[in-house]
């Protein structure tokens, strides 16, 4: 998995703060998931959120796309408020994507379908509707799969597929909730060249959560670690495997990226 490193940018272009949550603090029937948190993701940056089962990552991406409010704090996108502003408005407005771990397709639709369904959300214009699909077919070389039914694909080819109908929309931002599970070394790879090349090719600030932390590390720039509600360690993958608080709290002595 670290070869993939060679394609990483490691200095994204520029430390500008797209994306900010100030003082986030979430409760779930009296228990406090998130306390206080706050964090800044910069302008095509690609960030990861590491931490154990339970521990608030996937919460983080419900307060930023608004699938839930924050007990208290605010989420900021390009320094606009937008905690009270609803997910569809949201998502259109500031351009932001979203990848679930699970579905986000049509199971008896095939490829072609799904890709044309999104497309119609969001493009009303015809011809640029179908410019737009026919740039996704070429990029993510769908051209024999486009008359499969979503539920016969692959778990590698259905995760390609949100992938794709999520930048239909053209997001500045892209969360990505734990897209390397349940798949296979090579499709792992391949999602990590995917998601280096968001960032590289197309401009766009992704954020990915997983709980494998060794597939995430090798593709990301910059990762934090949470636990108990709190970032208890941010720093670039090679700084993150050495804080202690880190290896104390998540990854362990033994740990080791390569």
Known sequence: MAL???????????????LKLDKISMFYNKRQILNNLNLDINKQEILGMLGPNGVGKSTIF????????????????????CTNIPIYERATKFKLGYVPQYGGFIQDLNLLENLNLVGEIHIKEKDLRKAKIEQIISQFEFDSLLKIKAKHLSGGQKKKLVIS???????????????FAALDILTIKMLQEIIVNLQSLDNITVVVCDHQARDLLSCVDRAIVLSNGKIIASGSPDEIVKDSSARNAYFGEEFKIN
């Open 62 to 81: 419900q307060i930023i796309t608004g699938l839930k409010d924050p007990s208290f704090g605010k989420v900021l996108i390009d320094g606009v408020d």
């Open 165 to 179: 109908m999520s930048l239909i929309n053209d997001p500045n931002i892209l969360l990505l909730d734990e897209p």
């Open 4 to 18: 993939i490193k060679k394609f990483r940018i490691k200095t994204f272009k520029e430390k500008k703060t797209i």
